[in-house]
């Protein structure tokens, strides 16, 4: 069985692939990064997953967070994504996911108010692309301050741990994060820069970047990458079974548009040969890679 697309009601943009499997226990959420969007990003896990992809992905729920890149400040961005998380981890909320088409419910034979969804996930794992992977960090770091403040860092096992906090011990899945901030290169670097310099384009390219939040905290060295960087690894000593402080990195070797480093809790990072910033996260019939990257280290059961 294939799975089936369905819409996010309260998150426009946003839409799931759900499995239909009673066994579906993990949930793989999937964020775009800067003038990304939740299809064209990643094209095309959402078919080569049942094409390719192998027994994981048959009984994973996938769901593809849409934001605006052009609005709010990371810090914002992050707020709203954990937001996102709450109406999704452990147990999902049934009436947050349009009804099923005509077409799939008769190709499924669903009834009109079955929604093929687990009733509880044991297993949250995000994957980011480029500021996606800034935003999944941010979230991630306010969630371990949420914690520590909540008198549960006593706890003993995670089995011990409120249900809001069960998915810090899941898995994060970096393509070409932008942690260090954007650093163009290259043919598309050479544009960047050129497009900045030429009188008439840099008068209103500058202003627009200037005026946007999110570009300006990509700068290097910027404060809020900074302090991203310090709180995770200040937390990852003190809670090593937070899982999800320590990020699995994927790199082109032809990356173009971000400076390619991990923090010092993170796996040494991979680099795979003929890909760039933007195709690095897309898998095709013949570079099927990222499918392997999202699941590698996966398959055995959650500790939660």
């Known amino acids: 069985m294939s799975h089936l697309k369905r819409r996010m009601l309260h998150d426009p943009g946003s839409y799931a692939l759900l499995s239909g499997k009673v066994e579906t226990s993990t949930a793989v959420v999937f964020v775009h990064g800067f003038s990304g969007n939740s299809v064209g990003t990643w094209v095309d896990f959402q078919n080569l997953i049942d094409e390719v992809g192998g027994d994981w992905w048959e009984v994973c729920d996938l769901f593809f967070y849409d934001y605006s890149t052009f609005k709010s400040n990371i810090a914002v961005q992050a707020e709203r994504f954990r937001q996102f998380l709450k109406d999704l981890f452990p147990a999902p909320n049934s009436e947050w996911l ?74 994060i899945r970096l393509f070409a994060p932008a942690m260090f901030g954007f650093d163009p290169t290259r043919f598309t670097g050479f544009c960047y820069h050129l497009a900045s310099e030429i009188p008439r384009l840099g008068r209103f390219l500058k202003p627009a970047l200037h005026a946007n939040p999110v570009h300006q905290e990509l700068q290097p060295d910027s404060a809020r990458l900074r302090e991203i960087r310090k709180r995770t690894e200040s937390m990852v000593s003190k809670y090593p079974w937070m899982d999800s402080l320590r990020a699995h990195l994927l790199f082109g070797a032809r990356e173009n548009i971000v400076y390619m480093e991990r923090y010092d809790c993170d796996p040494v990072f991979e680099i795979v040969e003929e890909q760039d910033h933007q195709s690095v996260c897309k898998p095709n019939a013949w570079y099927q890679r990222p499918l392997e990257f999202v699941s590698y280290g996966l398959s055995k059961p959650a500790r939660v």
Not at 140 to 148: G, N, Q, R, W
């Open 98 to 171: 349009g009804r099923p088409s005509t077409e799939l419910r008769t190709l499924y034979e669903l009834s009109e108010d079955k929604v093929p969804l687990t009733t509880e996930y044991r297993r949250l794992v995000l994957v980011g692309h480029s500021l996606g992977g800034v935003i999944i960090r941010q979230a991630i770091t306010d969630a371990a301050v949420d914690y520590e403040a909540s008198g549960a860092a006593g706890r003993a096992t995670t089995e011990e741990l409120p249900q809001q906090f069960h998915w810090l011990a899941g898995g």
